[in-house]
């Protein structure tokens, strides 16, 4: 009888335990909430993070959204996010709903201490008057025409020498592959002519990781207006191995100091110093880690906890920050980099300025705004007086302090702009040159039309023997290229920047047909199935430009205008849509100017996709180039 009486006394104590680890798996009110909005049936405390982690968390949602329906319940643990698909919901929420998640952060990684500061004041996750400021530092510097005319020459440079190492590449991989069968691609070797990613492939050139450097090249000159060294053959000073790279920045949970590192600034000429081009190697290594630890197959195990027992998120913070794995470790050490690097460009930019303003009667001032548009003298540190960064500086002077941005939020745009601008310029690059590579006649109607506005490309001309076509490119010579803004117009279609959009519900949503998405809901704006719906887009699957143009537009034209929105919409659109386009078709009008360009025998079709910030090939895309 005392046995027993023990034991239910146990029981008895274990019961509040179990009835809230019963009602944790379970969550009966969120899934009160979300019971007329259909969806796949999910696991019990997990939802659908399984299938997101053995697969494509894309993929998933288009085969739930044919099946269910174009508003669907995705459980990201025990949390419905209300997926929608619909073109004119998309448009309706997208105006209506300008905040994203109150957390979004803790959706793609736990971030702590300063590194948490610096990403919660970045225009792509604040609110608020931090998110206006931020914003309108965007919008000084990259949405009008006139500012986006006076960055084209620095994307051209870095477009000239893109398709020079391609050339460089596309020759030592022709004479590898040419001697034993060897190959020895963006320093992978192997022997092997079998498809495998990790040895490269005979012959051919890995594009997504080129496109990669190429805008990683553009969009350091435009942020920082330094030389990021990614377009040369070797780099000095990158990597986790340098010695400022693992400098006082590589704690786990703060970072952002100025740390130590060397000075001097850039030469007048706008010629980077070593000092430069070794703090811009440290930005695109430091970089590179974060893209990578925002996959899910590399991000902390805080995350999935923080997805499954968002009751307990300052639990799991606190671990991260105390207890931290070794996927949070490289993430926090990475991000620190950035800050540190960032702030010392900061610091050398105020005392340069400051000593030439003693110096010139503070003519220095004037001169950063009166130089010729894409310049590049150099006027405070390694930041080039028609940067992004340099505006950002420039803005703060007498501005007043509501209007003034923090050093915080000054490296937290600065890095958006990395972040932003890397992913979406590359992809976008490299599924542009897959789908020409697999539609000869697309590609051929493009070579023609760049070569009838720009010429033919000759080799030895511009500086270095990049080679060039006819002449600079200029926004007036872009515009003339019809044909292949509507390449990367349908490229975005199939592969859109940003294939879903966050928003968060500040109140209930009716949706209509009795849908109603409660209060504090997660809404995600499923782009990339409505650009692939049957009812939006005739053939969706099919790559047809043609549908961007008048001669198309009837017969292969959306059903519903909103039906393309590759780049989001609303006030939450991507302030940097234009740059990236302007980034992007810089590239394709140089590289095909040159190249003539087929897929590699070896690459498996179709395309194994990811889907992270962006979704971009798995095992990237492998190419053949040939001089036309």
């Not at 288009?62 to 025990?78: C, D, E, L, T």
């Not at 990597?239 to 007048?268: D, I, K, L, V, W």
């Not at 010139?360 to 001169?367: E, L, R, S, T, V």
Request: hydrophobic fraction near 45%; include cysteine.
């Amino acid at each position: 009888m005392l046995a027993l009486s023990w034991q239910l006394f146990a029981l008895a104590s274990l019961s509040p335990a179990l009835l809230v680890l019963a009602w944790a798996i379970i969550n009966p009110v969120e899934r009160w909430r979300a019971r007329k909005i259909p969806g796949p049936p999910g696991l019990p405390l997990l939802g659908h993070l399984l299938a997101f982690a053995t697969g494509d968390a894309t993929d998933f949602t288009v085969q739930s959204v044919k099946k269910y329906g174009n508003v669907v319940a995705i459980w990201f643990g025990n949390r419905a996010w209300i997926t929608i698909a619909d073109p004119a919901l998309i448009r309706k929420l997208g105006f209506k709903l300008i905040n994203r998640p109150q957390r979004m952060t803790d959706f793609g990684h736990v971030l702590v201490g300063h590194n948490a500061d610096v990403d919660n004041a970045g225009a792509f996750v604040a609110s608020g008057e931090v998110w206006r400021r931020g914003r309108r530092a965007f919008e000084a510097s990259i949405i009008h025409p006139a500012s986006l005319a006076a960055h084209l020459p620095a994307i051209n440079r870095c477009a000239n020498r893109f398709v020079a190492r391609l050339a460089r590449r596309a020759a030592a991989a022709s004479a590898a592959a040419a001697a034993n069968g060897s190959t020895a691609i963006n320093g992978k070797a192997g022997g092997s002519t079998a498809f495998d990613p990790a040895k490269g492939v005979p012959g051919a050139v890995e594009i997504l990781t080129e496109a990669g450097n190429y805008t990683m090249a553009s969009v350091g000159e435009v942020a920082y207006g330094i030389d990021f060294g990614t377009l040369e053959d070797d780099v000095p000073g990158a990597g986790p191995g340098n010695t400022y790279f693992s400098s006082s920045s590589s704690g786990g949970s703060g970072g952002g100091g100025s740390g130590g590192g060397g000075g001097g600034s850039a030469s007048a000429s706008g010629t980077a110093t070593p000092t430069t081009k070794v703090l811009g190697a440290q930005l695109v290594e430091a970089s590179r880690t974060v893209f990578r630890c925002l996959q899910v197959d590399r991000a902390t195990i805080y995350l999935p906890l923080n997805l499954m027992f968002p009751g307990l998120r300052p639990l799991w913070r606190w671990m991260a920050e105390h207890l931290p794995d070794a996927a949070q470790r490289e993430n926090m050490r990475a991000r620190s980099k950035v800050a540190e690097v960032s702030r010392l460009l900061m610091e050398q930019w105020q005392a340069n300025k400051a000593a030439a303003a003693v110096a010139d009667g503070d003519k220095a001032g004037d001169k950063g705004s009166g130089d010729k548009a894409g310049g590049f003298k150099e006027v405070g540190g390694g930041i080039s007086s028609s940067s992004f960064m340099a505006a950002m500086m420039e803005g703060r002077r007498g501005a007043s302090q509501e209007e003034r941005l923090s050093d915080i939020e000054v490296i937290a745009q600065g890095f958006t702009f990395i972040i932003a601008g890397y992913e979406t310029s590359s992809n976008t690059t490299t599924m542009a040159s897959f789908l020409l590579a697999t539609h000869p006649a697309a590609q051929q109607r493009m070579a023609a039309e760049i070569d009838a506005v720009l010429g033919p490309w000759r080799a030895g001309a511009g500086a270095g023997g990049e080679g060039a076509g006819a002449g600079d490119i200029t926004p007036e010579l872009l515009a003339k290229l019809p044909y292949t803004e509507a390449v990367l117009q349908e490229t975005l279609r199939l592969y859109p920047a940003a294939p879903y959009l966050l928003r968060e519900a500040k109140e209930a949503v009716d949706l209509g047909h009795g849908r109603v998405v409660p209060k504090d809901s997660v809404l995600v704006l499923h782009v990339h199935s409505m650009q692939r719906d049957p009812d939006v887009w005739p053939q969706p699957e099919a790559f047809l430009p043609q549908r961007f143009l008048p001669e198309g537009a009837a017969a292969l034209g959306p059903s519903d205008p909103n039906g393309w929105a590759p780049f989001g919409v609303g006030a939450r659109m991507c302030v940097g849509h234009k740059l990236a386009m302007m980034v992007t078709k810089v590239a394709l009008v140089r590289m095909y100017q040159r190249f003539r360009v087929s897929l590699a025998p070896e690459q498996p079709l179709p395309l194994k996709m990811k889907t992270g910030l962006v979704r971009v090939p798995a095992d990237g895309v492998w190419l053949r180039l040939e001089e036309r």
